[in-house]
């Protein structure tokens, strides 16, 4: 069974930063495409970012792009998301997310297995 155990998400002013991270179990995740998502209070779950296998090959929201780092090491199982200027609006709670699949067909698409989520608030 895969697990997903996310960290590193805490309070910060807003124009900080934060590193998240994925520890995954119960898997080699080394061939899965990774992502995250977040959902923030009163709103729907979004797409943030996303890695192909390799790790070169990434995706943003639009919201997020320019700010947010998405990066893996697969020898340890663990993908990151490196997140710069942070603003208000980016307060959620962010899940971890993984398909099974290589490459990533789809941001909103195939994600099969999830972590329970960490806490990201920004203070303006």
């Known amino acids: 069974q895969v697990q997903l155990v996310e960290s590193g998400g805490g309070l910060v002013q807003a124009g900080g930063s934060l590193r998240l991270s994925c520890a995954a179990s119960?898997?080699?995740?080394?061939?899965?495409?990774m992502g995250w998502f977040r959902q923030g209070p009163g709103k729907e779950r979004e797409f943030v970012a996303a890695?192909?296998?390799?790790?070169?090959?990434?995706y943003y929201s639009d919201s997020v792009k320019g700010r947010f780092t998405i990066s893996r090491d697969n020898a340890k199982n663990t993908v990151y998301l490196q997140m710069n200027s942070l603003k208000a609006e980016d307060t959620a709670v962010y899940y971890c997310?993984?398909?099974?699949?290589?490459?990533?067909?789809?941001?909103?698409?195939?994600?099969?297995?999830w972590g329970q989520g960490t806490q990201v608030t920004v203070s303006s």
């Open positions: 997310t993984g398909q099974l699949r290589d490459w990533v067909y789809s941001a909103h698409a195939n994600w099969i297995y």
């Open positions: 119960g898997r080699t995740f080394s061939r899965d495409a």
């Open positions: 890695a192909a296998w390799n790790g070169v090959t990434t």
